[in-house]
């Protein structure tokens, strides 16, 4: 699933490309990908012909795309969805779902939602141009300017959770999936069972730093791409996987250690740590009385 560095990319192609441009035309060749529109794929089109796009912005995972009217077109690109900006005479791709034609500062492009699971989607915010109100609960991410660090360190040290759990909780922090979660507690030498009431503040600290810096290494990076289903908005991969010292590496020699790389599941997911640089929490023994 595309993480916060991958959106950001997409996000940062999207401000270059479609900024000005007018939609004059929508096509949906799948209903899916807008269903949480009220009035269906007749509705969504007839919502956005016409409207000029103002921006392209961000909130963890999701971005939306703000209008002329105050409105804003929202998306999350789930498990395989790509926008992509393509020339009109382009061939269509096999899991194109949603056409926007543009006129003006994009003349002559098409901004293309593609998404071969469909796990992701599109949908109309009225009144979401600043930010929208379905999204209005996620937590900003480590890369906006405007995240709190003190706030968050203090409420990450509150919580019983072990503390990846908590680094994946968007109520949390926005934007840390799965892989960039393993990466920074490699760094940080922590174990994702540790709990967040037994950390340190300085270790707490430290661990946001790493988040922060490893996705913003992936992001000059263009991101992580393990397949074809994450691309930037021009279909280029990103090649932050030549980064990683734990995703992904079941079976090979921990790059600080030598020790191998184990793999755990983790909420219908895996998790990647060094036993070594990362030893597991110690278990309490209840006393006897």
């Given at each position: 699933?595309?993480?916060?560095?991958?959106?950001?990319v997409?996000?940062?192609?999207?401000?270059?490309?479609?900024?000005?441009?007018?939609?004059?035309?929508?096509?949906?060749?799948?209903?899916?990908?807008?269903?949480?529109?009220?009035s269906?794929?007749?509705?969504?089109?007839?919502?956005?012909?016409?409207?000029?796009?103002?921006?392209?912005?961000?909130?963890?995972?999701?971005?939306?795309?703000?209008?002329?009217?105050?409105?804003?077109?929202?998306?999350?690109?789930?498990?395989?969805?790509?926008?992509?900006?393509?020339?009109?005479?382009?061939?269509?791709?096999?899991?194109?779902?949603?056409?926007?034609?543009?006129?003006?500062?994009?003349?002559?492009?098409?901004?293309?939602?593609?998404?071969?699971?469909?796990?992701?989607?599109?949908?109309?915010s009225?009144?979401?141009?600043?930010?929208?109100?379905?999204?209005?609960h996620?937590?900003?991410?480590?890369?906006?300017?405007?995240?709190?660090?003190?706030a968050?360190?203090?409420?990450?040290?509150?919580?019983t959770?072990?503390?990846?759990?908590?680094?994946?909780?968007?109520?949390?922090?926005?934007?840390?999936?799965?892989?960039?979660?393993?990466?920074?507690?490699?760094?940080?030498?922590?174990?994702?069972?540790?709990?967040?009431?037994?950390?340190?503040?300085?270790?707490?600290?430290?661990?946001?730093?790493?988040?922060?810096?490893?996705?913003?290494e992936?992001?000059?990076?263009?991101?992580?791409?393990?397949?074809?289903?994450?691309?930037?908005?021009?279909?280029?991969?990103?090649?932050?996987?030549?980064?990683?010292?734990?995703?992904?590496?079941?079976?090979?020699?921990?790059?600080?250690?030598g020790?191998?790389?184990?793999?755990?599941?983790?909420?219908?997911?895996?998790?990647?740590?060094?036993?070594?640089?990362?030893?597991?929490?110690?278990?309490?023994?209840?006393?006897?009385?």
């Open positions: 699933m595309p993480e916060l560095p991958e959106v950001e997409v996000r940062a192609g999207l401000e270059r490309h479609v900024v000005g441009a007018t939609i004059s035309a929508v096509d949906v060749l799948h209903e899916r990908p807008v269903r949480r529109h009220p269906g794929a007749l509705g969504f089109a007839a919502a956005l012909t016409g409207r000029r796009i103002e921006g392209a912005r961000r909130r963890g995972k999701y971005l939306w795309l703000p209008l002329d009217n105050g409105d804003a077109v929202l998306g999350h690109l789930g498990m395989s969805g790509q926008l992509l900006v393509q020339p009109p005479a382009a061939p269509l791709e096999r899991h194109l779902r949603v056409r926007f034609v543009l006129d003006g500062a994009a003349e002559g492009r098409e901004l293309r939602f593609v998404d071969q699971r469909m796990f992701g989607g599109l949908s109309v009225v009144g979401g141009a600043e930010l929208p109100h379905e999204i209005a996620i937590a900003r991410d480590p890369l906006d300017p405007e995240f709190d660090d003190d968050f360190v203090a409420r990450l040290r509150r919580r959770s072990g503390v990846k759990r908590l680094l994946l909780d968007q109520g949390l922090i926005s934007g840390v999936g799965n892989i960039y979660a393993d990466e920074s507690l490699w760094r940080a030498r922590l174990h994702g069972e540790r709990r967040g009431d037994r950390l340190t503040r300085a270790q707490a600290v430290e661990l946001l730093g790493h988040a922060r810096a490893v996705m913003g992936a992001l000059a990076q263009g991101g992580t791409s393990f397949d074809a289903l994450y691309v930037n908005v021009n279909g280029e991969s990103g090649y932050f996987d030549r980064s990683l010292h734990a995703y992904g590496r079941e079976d090979e020699p921990c790059d600080r250690c020790t191998t790389i184990r793999r755990v599941a983790f909420m219908n997911r895996s998790s990647y740590y060094c036993p070594t640089c990362q030893p597991a929490p110690r278990r309490r023994v209840a006393s006897r009385v």
